[in-house]
């Protein structure tokens, strides 16, 4: 016959069970069904930026006419801003405008089905402040060294690059040589062609190169050039100050 011992030790066993189950409904119940399997944020900082931009103001360069974006931790009155295009600097006079910042959705069970994968962009509560979300993107993965070099990233020991696919979608324009506008540096460009022979040649839309449009018999494409042919475009910055250009950092 069963004691009465085994009988209490089966009901606590219940009891605690269904106290467990009862536990990971409620916490389903809330993730998914009252905080939503999606959940729309506004981002409140820059520290994403480009990629996600939080407060910021926007300005149309006197010089160039080109719009661009700055956090609203930048442009107070009295500070100055930089036009990532034509690098003219001007003065931030008030009022400013400052627009939210973009809004996203977040995606609650987005890992359930798989693990992370370096370079995504993830939410996560901050460890000093539980109520707080932070928007980052994942470079180290579990089990892994993550030391930067000279500005680069390695992850064991091994330099971690990003496939052209990402590099592409996270690229910033350093320039817009095919920007127009009738500003004081509209036809100044901070491209030059390297060599004295070069074949490079600029126009309305940027600059082009005869090498672009050529390839091989029967359409195949011609064999890269070597390391010492190879006809290159060098960047130099410049900055707009009082009305006349200057050397840029």
């Given at each position: 016959m069963t004691s009465t011992r085994d009988k209490i030790r089966?009901?606590?066993?219940?009891?605690?069970?269904?106290?467990?189950?009862?536990l990971v409904a409620w916490?389903?119940?809330?993730?998914?069904?009252?905080?939503?399997?999606?959940?729309?944020?506004?981002?409140?900082?820059?520290?994403m930026a480009e990629t996600l931009l939080g407060p910021h103001c926007r300005f149309a360069c006197a010089n160039c006419g080109q719009v661009f974006a700055c956090g609203a931790d930048v442009p107070a009155p009295g500070a100055w801003r930089v036009c990532?295009?034509?690098?003219?600097?001007?003065?931030?006079?008030?009022?400013?405008?400052?627009?939210p910042g973009d809004r996203v959705l977040l995606a609650r069970p987005a890992f359930f089905r798989r693990s992370l994968r370096r370079w995504e962009i993830v939410a996560f509560r901050?460890?000093?402040?539980?109520?707080?979300?932070?928007?980052?993107?994942?470079?180290?993965?579990?089990?892994?060294?993550?030391?930067?070099?000279?500005?680069?990233?390695?992850?064991?020991?091994?330099?971690?690059?990003?496939?052209?696919?990402?590099?592409?979608?996270?690229?910033?324009?350093?320039?817009?040589?095919?920007?127009?506008g009738s500003g004081r540096g509209a036809v100044e460009s901070a491209w030059r062609p390297l060599a004295a022979e070069s074949?490079?040649?600029?126009s309305d839309k940027g600059f082009v190169h005869p090498q672009a449009a050529l390839s091989g018999e029967h359409g195949n494409p011609k064999a890269p050039l070597s390391a010492d042919r190879v006809d290159w475009l060098a960047y130099h910055p410049r900055r707009w100050v009082n009305g006349s250009p200057a050397p840029g950092p």
């Amino acid at each position: 016959m069963t004691s009465t011992r085994d009988k209490i030790r089966r009901r606590l066993r219940k009891a605690i069970e269904s106290t467990a189950m009862l536990l990971v409904a409620w916490m389903i119940c809330r993730t998914w069904f009252v905080e939503g399997l999606v959940v729309p944020l506004s981002v409140p900082s820059g520290s994403m930026a480009e990629t996600l931009l939080g407060p910021h103001c926007r300005f149309a360069c006197a010089n160039c006419g080109q719009v661009f974006a700055c956090g609203a931790d930048v442009p107070a009155p009295g500070a100055w801003r930089v036009c990532p295009c034509c690098g003219s600097v001007e003065e931030n006079t008030s009022p400013l405008s400052v627009l939210p910042g973009d809004r996203v959705l977040l995606a609650r069970p987005a890992f359930f089905r798989r693990s992370l994968r370096r370079w995504e962009i993830v939410a996560f509560r901050e460890p000093d402040r539980p109520s707080r979300l932070t928007v980052k993107r994942v470079v180290g993965l579990p089990g892994e060294s993550v030391e930067i070099r000279d500005g680069d990233v390695y992850i064991n020991g091994q330099i971690a690059r990003k496939p052209l696919d990402l590099q592409q979608e996270m690229a910033v324009p350093v320039d817009q040589a095919s920007a127009g506008g009738s500003g004081r540096g509209a036809v100044e460009s901070a491209w030059r062609p390297l060599a004295a022979e070069s074949r490079w040649t600029a126009s309305d839309k940027g600059f082009v190169h005869p090498q672009a449009a050529l390839s091989g018999e029967h359409g195949n494409p011609k064999a890269p050039l070597s390391a010492d042919r190879v006809d290159w475009l060098a960047y130099h910055p410049r900055r707009w100050v009082n009305g006349s250009p200057a050397p840029g950092p």
